[in-house]
């Protein structure tokens, strides 16, 4: 792709006093879904509070659609223009779902009662909870609370989307829904979608971003990342000491990823086999030679 990226960002570092959360990371996002993964404490959710200009980074910049949120005036536009699901976000249990929708735009400065109200019926038709609007949070299903923050993220038709770890705790019917609700929201704008699962990324993005202790150890196609593992994955009856991690399957045997010994019996790759070589920091340097 040729376009202009809607986020352009490097050296971006990030200290909490130790070692640091975010180690001088460089990321370009473009149209569509980008996937985020990495194990706990990568360094996932520091990124995506940089970027939604949360947490100003110790050194490094970015822009947003061109806009520098290192001053006042572009912090202000950057904000205007992205949309931001935390890991948590905090319902008021009572509210119904239009109604905590139409608090958060008003807190968005959506000055205009009636404009604002159809902004607010737009969002939760796009993530298809018109019929459920006047329900309250608190009987709401799981994955209906989710689509009810991430219609509260699309107010406004933001450029840039932040999606931190939404399919937590939905179950596979109410995950599919989700994944459907974000490709669709992802045609037309820049979504970043930190996640744990493999399958998330496989369904569902374009891109891929894989962060490990504070650094992007892999940045490419789901295509790619699964290509890096072909050829590295085999079976084995016994756990074999030689991989860099092996698990034993639903068939008793075990499927190991690294550097297989001659003659292996070797396996097809998943994205999720790719992943964990890339996190792995040797694997990440014959990567890079
Ligand atoms: N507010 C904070 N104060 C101190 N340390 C923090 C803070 N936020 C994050 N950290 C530390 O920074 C590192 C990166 O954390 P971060 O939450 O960004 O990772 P993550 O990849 O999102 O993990 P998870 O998947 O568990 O959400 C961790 O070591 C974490 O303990």
């Known amino acids: 792709m ?15 006093g130790g070692s640091p959360a975010l180690d001088n990371v460089s990321v370009r996002l473009q149209e569509g879904v980008t996937g985020l993964l ?3 404490g990568a360094g996932k959710t520091t990124l995506l509070r940089v970027l939604a200009t949360a947490v100003p980074p110790d050194r490094g910049a970015f822009t947003v659609l061109g806009h ?39 807190l968005k400065e959506f000055a205009d009662r009636s404009a604002r109200h159809r902004e607010v019926r737009r969002v939760l038709d796009a993530v298809n909870l018109s019929e459920v609007r006047g329900k309250r949070i608190k009987r709401l299903s799981g ?17 840039l989307l932040l999606l931190d770890e939404p399919t937590v705790g939905l179950d596979p019917e109410q995950r599919m ?14 979504v970043l979608l930190s996640t744990h699962q493999t399958e998330d990324v496989a369904m569902l ?7 490990a202790q504070g650094h992007v150890r892999f ?49 097809e790759p998943t994205l999720e086999d790719g992943y964990l070589l890339a996190l792995d920091a040797q694997s990440v340097e014959a990567m890079s030679a």
Do not use: K
């Open 219 to 267: 940045e490419g196609t789901p295509a790619e990342l699964t290509a890096r593992a072909a050829g590295r994955v085999w079976s084995s009856t016994e756990r074999d000491p030689q991989a860099r991690a092996g698990w034993r399957t639903g068939l008793g045997t075990f499927r190991n990823v690294g550097d297989p010994p001659q003659g292996a019996d070797l396996l």
């Open 68 to 106: 520098d949120p290192g001053t006042g005036a572009g912090r202000q536009e950057v904000r205007r223009r992205l949309g931001y699901l935390p890991q948590n976000p905090g319902f008021h249990p009572d509210f119904t779902a239009f109604a905590f929708v139409d608090y958060v735009a008003i």
């Open 143 to 159: 994955g209906m609370r989710q689509r009810v923050a991430l219609a509260a993220a699309l107010l406004g038709d933001p450029g």
């Open 38 to 40: 990495g194990p706990n």
């Open 2 to 16: 040729t376009t202009r990226p809607t986020v352009s960002g490097s050296g971006l570092t990030v200290r909490y």
């Open 205 to 211: 993005c374009q891109r891929v971003i894989v962060m």
């Open 177 to 190: 829904q989700f994944r459907e609700v974000i490709a669709e929201a992802g045609r037309h704008r820049t």
